[in-house]
């Protein structure tokens, strides 16, 4: 007789096999085998991602963050960019994120962001997978679905933006716990609803979070739908759907789990939201003359009892999408819309042509088609064709429905820009009107339009390409559910032969085989038009060049949409075959064996040759994808990312780490200017093989931001996600005074070396062929080096100019002027007053931004301090002149000297002979604070003093100083960081003793 104790291990071992049992051994194959060869060059060969954020902006940020991490600090502040800016608001720096403790393993930066990488499309793979099973997919069909949603153009090519590979990881989770949502009614999948939304804000995609909430809300829509319109035998998830529940049973409504899920998630990850919520509030995003979404006309009305500047007619222009050559986010909102005609994408593999190493991209119809989102849509010929045989928007079941529409929405607002207002101005321009008639903008009527005008906050995001993900999805669950539509069994427990699901099933299979055979029939009549020279040639007439991948190459372009075509007509013969052999095969008609079988015997025919056909399918879109996509990778050796640039060494020479000192600050060019070919060196015209490792090369050397972020190098006029709305006046006036010189030193009276100085900027970095007409005729201006050379390690067609002396980040003075604070009435007046501020500044002025309200809460001797400063009086400018004539005087005392400068804590020695204003050349934030402690010369400690500080110079922050010696401490406290960690602590503790407690009551039932 077998004892408990010996029968344990054998329970535990059956346990385990069963679960290995479970497995699906041919997807997880399939899947592994994929990522092995898409990524071959980062796992086995040490390469890194070399194209776009994946090579500039996320390593060496998340190199970064995990340096401060491990320096015992958590990463609240980034000094090296725009005089500083904030890090963890910036929501896509993902600071809090659970998938970055993999940062912590020892392993190197690059070897953690390429695990990074493969976890999340391994974790993406498994939730889609999880997803098509949940919907009632077999497991080939499931992992058909998996497949074409990871290694699809649109989520592949997100290895070079990872925070939105991030965000399509987990949107398939989302849905699936939003349907149990739905359906079950009950608090456990509205509790995992919450924790997967936490982890896509955490991850740095919040626009996913709201994407994957409109697509569960058009689930409940047509789930509702269904409920009142039924047509059909219910299905056993609408007899749960709409089963009676005890009337008052208020927490079992779908509105309110749906609305406890969305708080729960904005709990869980507060720490990261709150933040970036304030953040948000002060950035460049508001600073938007004309209101594109109706929740943002009410302050657009209050800003008209202000200000002249704005009108009825710009609320007008707004709604309609007419505001066109605006700056900000208005001019950007649209960027990166997928034209309709990329849809062939589809259908033939790279049908637009390639975008590098080589350009043979010949789809440029209109400079919206310059910016590329992802360079292919292709998610395998099967997939699509049985996604398009598979959609139903009318007298379906639900989830059929909603897939469709699905698809059908997000698809459209992809488009952006190409909205109906965009039809109506090109058919105006050829009717010979002009598009100005009518007051509507491109984008008016479009999908993407609608959500920036109705949805609350929405407005905020930007490139409609990223809805793409979303539609992907969509495509690939119907794929799979179609798959099964096809060649399935209809259930476990009816006999297979019910006519009418036969009938359908053959129907199904007929339609598949007819869209097969005439895609085939297309794809062969279009090779003679592909060959034709003459055509191409004609194309290249009309094709801009690329300043970065050189020029298009009509050979290359022919071979590869030639290619293309060829690829899809082997894929459909080889599917065509297969699906004829099974057809005709026992598994798909066991009536011709003659007898019908018993129902278990049928079943297990089909699944005999289910299986099959099954693998044979993965195998094929496993093969499609990886011959059609695999170009998408773009990688560079890990030697172009090793080593210090020799141009680092010019503008930050090696010094004595252990004193203390601030970011050295330059400026570099953007990579357009108005009127200015993109910058990128002379030699990138013509077309080359290994561009993407030249490109890493020359952007490391030329100071591409983010690449000197690890070396502590200050680059002033960065644009990314968030900046702050001063910084971005700043940014906007220093662009404007490189493009436009002779115009801005007549119209404000300031000129490019002004500004440089203004903001303690001491290198520039700029295109080799400039003139320097504004920088030669300053004195201060100073080339230093040209590098014209033919090696990579110097950038090519690049000057670095010095054009200040390297000076202390701080300074005292005596007679500031005072000025009101600037708040956004319209974005001409808050550039204007930035420029007439910046103008004083040249002058040798100090501007202080003051409100006039009482100095409540500051020390009285400080507070006399600040009105001494501030005094208009004769008496006072004297004492003031006088003070400065004494300090000048005096040699041997040191008037300002940084004692210790650390990202969230500066702090500054300060001898006045005279009260006075000192002044620190970093960016001004409200939770900046500063505590003043007096220092006498026997070493006595005194208590520290917390003061205001005030914005100074319109992005500096300075405090007043009564005569003495000061210790200045000036450290980074935002309180909607404390606040958001709290409520993530609570959230996270909850949860944690909510699934502890679930597991305990399912173990006790068990």
């Known amino acids: 007789m077998n004892t408990p104790e010996s029968s344990s291990p054998a329970s535990t071992s059956d346990r385990a096999f069963a679960v290995l049992r479970k497995l699906p051994w041919w997807v997880s194959f399939c899947v592994i085998l994929l990522l092995c060869a898409f990524f071959h060059n980062l796992l086995f060969r040490g390469e890194r991602t070399a194209f776009r954020d994946g090579a500039f902006f996320y390593p060496p940020l998340f190199e970064y963050i995990q340096t401060r991490w491990k320096q015992g600090h958590p990463p609240l502040w980034n000094p090296y960019e725009n005089l500083g800016q904030p890090l963890l608001a910036n929501p896509v720096c993902s600071v809090f994120y659970p998938g970055k403790l993999i940062y912590a393993l020892p392993f190197s930066a690059a070897e953690a962001y390429t695990l990074y990488l493969m976890g999340h499309f391994l974790l993406a793979s498994f939730t889609a997978y999880k997803l098509a099973r949940h919907f009632g997919c077999s497991v080939y069909a499931s992992g058909l679905s998996a497949i074409a949603y990871v290694f699809g153009g649109s989520v592949l090519f997100q290895y070079s933006n990872v925070v939105f590979l991030v965000g399509a990881a987990w949107l398939p989770e989302a849905i699936r716990h939003g349907d149990r949502l739905l359906t079950a009614r009950t608090k456990f999948p509205a509790v995992c609803l919450g924790a997967v939304l936490a982890m896509m804000v955490l991850g740095g995609d919040p626009q996913s979070a709201y994407h994957s909430l409109i697509l569960i809300g058009l689930l409940g ?191 459209l607002g992809a488009f952006g820009i190409y909205g109906l207002g965009w039809m109506v101005n090109h058919v105006a321009v050829i009717l010979g009107y002009s598009p100005a008639k009518f007051g509507i903008g491109n984008a008016f009527g479009g999908v993407y339009w609608l959500m920036n005008l109705l949805l609350p906050g929405y407005d905020l995001f930007r490139y409609p390409a990223k809805l793409m993900t979303a539609a992907s999805l969509c495509l690939a669950i119907l794929a799979g559910r179609t798959y099964d539509r096809c060649f399935g069994l209809y259930s476990v427990s009816t006999a297979v032969y019910c006519t009418d699901f036969v009938l359908k099933q053959r129907k199904y299979r007929r339609r598949f085989l007819f869209c097969s055979q005439m895609l085939l029939i297309v794809s062969l009549v279009l090779i003679p038009f592909v060959l034709i020279p003459k055509i191409w040639l004609k194309l290249y007439q009309h094709l801009p060049e690329d300043p970065h991948f050189g020029q298009f190459q009509i050979d290359r372009a022919i071979s590869e949409a030639t290619f293309s075509l060829l690829h899809v007509i082997n894929i459909l013969l ?318 041997d005392v040191e008037a300002c000297e ?61 405090v007043p100083l009564p005569k003495g010696h000061w210790e200045v401490s000036f450290y980074y406290d935002p309180l909607p960081f404390r606040a958001g960690t709290l409520l993530s602590m609570i959230g996270w503790l909850f949860l944690g003793f909510y699934f502890v407690s679930v597991f305990l009551k399912r173990k006790a039932a068990a």
Request: with cysteine; charged share 20%.
């Open 898 to 958: 940084l004692v210790r400068y650390e990202p969230e804590n500066v702090v500054l020695r300060a001898v006045l002979t005279a009260p006075g204003f000192l002044v620190l050349a970093d960016q001004y934030d409200t939770h900046w604070k500063a505590t003043v402690r007096a220092v006498s010369g026997n070493g006595e400690e005194k208590p520290s003093q917390e003061i205001p500080i005030f914005r100074v110079n319109r992005v500096m922050r300075g």
């Open 574 to 891: 080889v599917l065509i075959v297969a699906l004829r052999l099974y057809v005709r095969s026992k598994g798909a008609n066991v009536e011709r064996s003659g007898v019908l079988p018993p129902l278990a015997e049928q079943q297990r025919i089909h699944n005999r040759y289910f299986g099959r056909l099954g693998c044979f399918v993965l195998i094929l879109v496993s093969l499609d994808l990886l011959f059609s996509n695999h170009w998408m990778i773009a990688s560079a050796p890990e030697n172009c990312f090793e080593g210090q640039p020799s141009s680092y060494g010019i503008v930050k020479p090696q010094t004595d780490s252990s004193l203390p000192h601030s970011p050295v600050r330059l400026w570099r060019a953007p990579v357009t200017s108005y009127g200015e070919p993109p910058w990128f060196p002379a030699m990138f015209i013509t077309p080359s093989h290994d561009r993407l490792a030249e490109t890493v090369r020359w952007q490391r050397a030329a100071f591409f931001p983010k690449y000197p972020l690890p070396y502590e190098i200050g680059v002033v006029d960065t644009r990314g996600t968030l900046m702050y709305a001063d910084s971005y006046a700043v940014s906007q006036m220093i662009r404007n005074a490189w493009s436009f010189p002779d115009n801005i030193r007549d119209k404000h009276n300031i000129t490019f070396p002004d500004i440089m100085k203004c903001l303690g900027i001491s290198w520039i970095v700029i295109p080799d062929s400039d003139p320097l007409q504004e920088q030669e005729e300053s004195e201060e201006a100073e080339t230093v080096i040209a590098f014209t050379g033919p090696r990579m390690q110097t950038p090519q067609n690049t000057r670095i100019c010095k054009v200040a002396a390297e000076d202390s980040p701080a300074y005292i003075t005596y007679h500031p002027e005072l000025t009101d604070p600037v708040v956004f009435e319209s974005r001409k007046t808050y550039f204007a007053r930035t420029f007439r501020i910046f103008a004083k500044v040249a002058e040798g002025k100090t501007v202080i931004e003051w409100d006039g309200k009482r100095l409540g809460g500051m020390p009285l001797e400080f507070s006399r301090a600040f009105m001494a400063c501030v005094s208009t009086d004769s008496a006072s400018r004297t004492r003031g002149k006088n003070a400065e004539k004494e300090k000048s005087a005096d040699r």
């Open 221 to 411: 829509f047509c789930y509702r739908c269904e409920e009142k319109n039924q047509t059909m035998p219910r299905h056993p998830i609408m007899e749960e759907w709409t089963s009676s529940r005890p009337s008052g049973v208020f927490f079992s409504r779908r509105p309110v789990l749906l609305t406890g899920a969305v708080l729960l998630g904005m709990c869980l990850a507060a720490v990261q939201w709150m933040p970036s919520l304030d953040y948000g509030l002060q950035g460049d995003r508001t600073l938007e003359d004309k209101p594109v979404s109706l929740w943002n006309v009410p302050a657009a009305v209050r800003r008209m009892q202000t200000s002249p500047e704005t009108s009825w007619r710009d609320v007008r222009d707004g709604l309609l999408a007419n505001n066109h050559g605006e700056l900000g986010i208005a001019g950007t909102r649209y960027n990166y819309s997928v034209s309709p005609w990329r849809l062939t994408e589809w259908v033939w593999p790279n049908a637009s042509g390639r975008m590098f190493p080589l350009n043979t991209r010949w789809t440029v119809v209109t400079p919206m088609d310059l910016q590329i989102w992802t360079p292919s849509l292709y998610m395998g010929v099967i997939p699509f064709l049985l996604a398009l045989i598979g959609l139903r928007f009318r007298k379906h079941e639900a989830v059929t429905h909603w897939l469709s529409w699905g698809m059908l929405v997000f698809t």
